[in-house]
């Protein structure tokens, strides 16, 4: 398993222990030829690669392989998080599940504590029939004790259906805020707190809904030349400037746009009801503001150079789907970086 796909030997129910150690060994010996990290991350894309069971992210790998260029620590979280990600929605099956068992109690807490309720009832009417019948002090206190007997267990009932309704309230809501915690970090990237492509693919979905003739622009923004930020500053440094550019793009936009790192220094902001001049506007404001960026590495106050960013703008032409919109703000974006970079240039820039 050291470039290209192998047959998959998967570890099926009743594997022995020497197939999986053998499984395990394949994936490790995987990491080592591709001088990776033996990060879960890591382990999980060599895990699935091994195993063949996603032909997408195989092809992604073999691909890359093929062309001679190296895998990294960026491209295996890149595939993990478009192929195997989706682990996450499957926890949050699992909270639907407990959620179903709290509800499957609930019901039939509730039944029982009707059926108490309509028992009362008719003890009720019962004795309200025999005091009707009988006059004699004795027959009134076996009366009153067999009303008050009812009544204790109704009220009994009724207890302990408030404290499972009280406890149930409070599973409800931690569930809830699982679920929601679950969804926020599946749909956004953890370095800028952003939309990621999935979060991206969501948004759109909601927006093929609500507004699929609506204006919608979109502007795609690239780190000019970043690969020379992290070979003269390091890594660290270069996750520092990526972060620093969302932040201008989350303050510079409105409450409705949508802003997303695309992947790796590539960023994408969808303007919903937003024309080309608009974003262009925006697009303009976001390049000058990280123009004038002035970063000081913490460590040894080191002044960075001032780095820019190029951006390509595009909008919907009728009612078309966003890919149309996307690849031609894309192409503006390849013709601002091939004009010279730390510009703006729209479709109308395109032949
Ligand atoms: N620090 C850091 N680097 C990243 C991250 N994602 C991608 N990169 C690096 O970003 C660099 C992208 O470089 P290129 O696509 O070659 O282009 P560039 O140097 O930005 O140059 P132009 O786009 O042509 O202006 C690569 O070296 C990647 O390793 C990240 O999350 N953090």
Redesign the pocket.
Known sequence: MSGVSAEPAAVQPGATHSDARMLAHEVIEFLIVHALHPSPINYAVAYEYRMGGDAALNARIDTHLAADKRL?D?LM?ELYDEHLAIEQFRNLRGLGGSLQELVDGLIGDISEAGEHASGFHSTVENNISLLKRRNDSEAVTAIASDLLAATAKVHTSNATLKARLDSADQEARKLRDELERHRREALSDP?TGLLNRRGMEYHLDELAVSGAREPLSVVVL??????????TYG?????V??RHVAKVMRTAVCAEDVTVRF???EFVILMPRRSLEEAEALAESIRIKVERLRLIRRQDKLALDPFTV?LGVASRHDDEAFDGIFERADKALYAA?NSG?NRVLTELALD
């Open positions: 990294d960026l979280r370095l690239d780190i000019d030349h970043f690969k020379r930020i992290n070979d890594h660290a440094v270069g996750d400037v990526i992947g790796g220094e190029s970086k970079r």
